[in-house]
């Protein structure tokens, strides 16, 4: 068990629909990453929050935003969804910014229908 | 653009065998090397990491060997066990306050007893 928690953790809904999935980092983990995983993509970062200010943002669609509160836990959320929007979507926690050691919860599946 | 290439993408091995797996990089910013397990329905793992001032780094069976002028690392399991079937990611990466990882596309490795 890496400590990152990640609910929930299967998820189904309809194109077109809005979901937030949520993330509880390590305690005292600081960063938070997220990212998706795809049969075709494989593994890619989406965005990166450090002590709730966005650092970085990778393939993040514009439909997605997130956002870390100040009890340091995250949210994803996914609007608008597409059917090639089902995936699985992992966070990660890491105990500051700069620490290269990042520990990645079990993931949200999240099938489109 | 993929940054990060690995392979193969699936290795089957007998037990007591040895395994490799290789990458190749294209950033030459990038500083630094894990490698991650992944199980069926789990989240990617740290297995060990390496940085570009060492050539070899061993823990227990693990092996990562870097070669920094071809821009290539590799994985080495020695002795390999039907528990290390698991998918193997090698990743990527550098910065001083975002350690976002590029990460290869996996490899499926499956060790037959």
């Known amino acids: 068990d890496s400590g990152v928690t990640q609910t929930p953790k299967h998820l189904i809904t309809a194109t077109g629909q809005r979901v937030t999935l949520r993330c509880s980092p390590r305690?005292?983990?600081?960063?938070v990453y997220w990212y998706q995983q795809s049969l075709d993509q494989g593994l890619q970062f989406l965005i990166h929050y450090y002590n709730g200010e966005e650092r970085a943002k990778g393939n993040i669609l514009e439909r997605f935003s997130a956002q870390q509160f100040p009890d340091l836990h995250s949210e994803l959320n996914l609007s608008s969804l597409e059917l090639g929007d089902s995936a699985l979507y992992f966070c990660?926690?890491?105990?500051?910014?700069?620490?290269?050691?990042?520990?990645f919860g079990q993931g949200t599946r999240l099938t489109v229908v | 653009q993929q940054q990060v290439k690995q392979s193969p993408q699936s290795l089957i091995v007998q037990k007591g065998g040895i395994s490799i797996i290789n990458c190749a990089y294209e950033?030459?910013?990038?500083?630094?090397f894990p490698w991650y397990q992944q199980f069926p329905g789990k989240g990617p793992a740290l297995l060990i990491a390496i940085r570009p001032d060492v050539s070899e780094k061993k823990e227990g069976r693990f092996t990562i060997s870097f070669n920094k002028s071809a821009k290539q690392f590799s994985l080495h399991i020695m002795d390999s066990q039907p528990g290390d079937s698991a998918t193997y990611f090698c990743?990527?990466?550098?910065?001083?306050?975002?350690?976002?990882?590029?990460f290869g596309k996996g490899t499926l490795l499956t060790v037959n007893p």
């Open positions: 990660a926690s890491a105990p500051r910014a700069g620490n290269t050691e990042a520990f």
């Open positions: 950033n030459t910013a990038f500083d630094y």
């Open positions: 305690s005292g983990d600081l960063s």
């Open positions: 990743a990527a990466s550098y910065g001083t306050s975002n350690y976002k990882l590029t």
